[in-house]
């Protein structure tokens, strides 16, 4: 079920949380045959410098790995923009 509510403060502090929770990123989609020649398909935690375990799917598409791992940059862009809109919102409203 789809909401169609505003999300509230409280809401982007929980996908705050969970984004801060999840392994460090950067995280990147690795596809065998276009990617890389052997070994399957996987995404890579961290970076060179601090890598993480990899993240192994199974029943995944392609489209679906790579979703999963953009969202761990995409997310915290998102939450920055959402609290920047709220903000200029706010600073409309009261002028």
């Known amino acids: 079920m789809q909401r169609t509510t505003n999300i509230s403060d409280d809401e982007l502090k929980l996908i705050q949380m969970r984004c801060n929770n999840a392994t460090k990123g950067p995280w990147v989609s690795y596809v065998e045959d276009r990617d890389h020649t052997s070994g399957g398909n996987f995404i890579m935690t961290g970076d060179n410098n601090n890598r ?44």
């Open 52 to 95: 993480g375990e990899d993240i192994e799917l199974i029943g995944a598409t392609i489209a679906d790995q790579e979703f999963i791992a953009h969202a761990r940059q995409d997310i915290p862009r998102l939450i920055n923009e959402i609290r920047r809109l709220k903000q200029l919102l706010t600073d409309i409203k009261s002028s």
